[in-house]
């Protein structure tokens, strides 16, 4: 039975990637700021709260895990929206300088991060109206941290995979998936049920190891 360490399980997609790797039989480990707000329960599931930025804490809960899922955010959507400056919180970045360390320290190599369509090398791949809001919106903290993120791992040993979706949704119906690599996916929507299947299967199948998959629906 795989053991896996979760970020961001009281998100939108977090919430999907913990429900259904509790159905797929995973022992999961959720790290969250806040315990009261995780609804799922199962024999299976520990909730651990504390900050994904903490290395001690990363240290604590990584141990047994043999992968580490995040589905985090850099910002809430209140605050991107927000008009007037924001001091960047660098959380994703803060977390995998963290996590990457635990990691080595645990000999734990197998890591999928959700990140977004337009992060890294996909920038040119999104619509240009999303080039614009990245550029002249506090969207730019949002990208920079991914970016960092990304970077962080990329230039480490470790197993990773970033996911990249397109813009996301909240339906329960699943339509027929597109994965792209190196190129603009197909279409500019995705739900959240569905990426997290997407994360739980390259965990599965070992696949996209040091790849950046965008992923979209029909």
């Known amino acids: 039975m795989k053991r896996i360490l979760l970020y961001g399980a009281t998100g939108r997609t977090g919430r999907q990637v913990l429900d259904q ?7 999961v480990v959720a790290l969250v700021r806040d315990s009261s707000r995780v609804t799922a329960k199962s024999s299976h599931l520990k909730v651990i709260q504390g900050d994904t930025t903490d290395l001690d804490t990363i240290r604590t809960a990584i141990q047994g895990c043999d992968a580490v899922i995040s589905t985090l955010g850099a910002l809430h959507q209140s605050e991107i929206l927000r008009l007037g400056k924001i001091d960047p919180p660098h ?4 977390t995998m300088r963290a996590t990457i360390q635990a990691m080595k320290e645990a000999g734990v190599r197998r890591v999928i991060v959700q990140t977004a369509l337009g992060a890294g090398d996909s920038y040119p791949d999104v619509h240009w109206v999303m080039r614009l809001l990245i550029k002249w919106t506090h969207f730019k903290i949002v990208y920079d941290d991914h970016n960092m993120q990304e970077q962080l791992l ?3 040993e470790l197993d990773w995979t970033f996911v990249r979706p397109v813009g996301l949704n909240d339906r329960d119906e699943l339509h027929k998936l597109h994965v792209t690599l190196h190129k603009a996916p197909p279409t500019l929507h995705i739900s959240r049920k569905h990426v997290a299947r997407f994360m739980l ?14 992923i979209s629906e029909e």
């Not at 959380?91 to 803060?94: A, D, G, R, S």
Request: charged letters at 30%; proline letters at 4%.
């Open 91 to 94: 959380t994703l970045e803060q």
């Open 154 to 156: 990329s230039e480490s």
């Open 201 to 214: 299967d390259c965990l599965d199948k070992a696949s996209y190891i040091r790849e950046a998959p965008a």
């Open 21 to 27: 790797a509790l159905h797929r039989g995973y022992e």
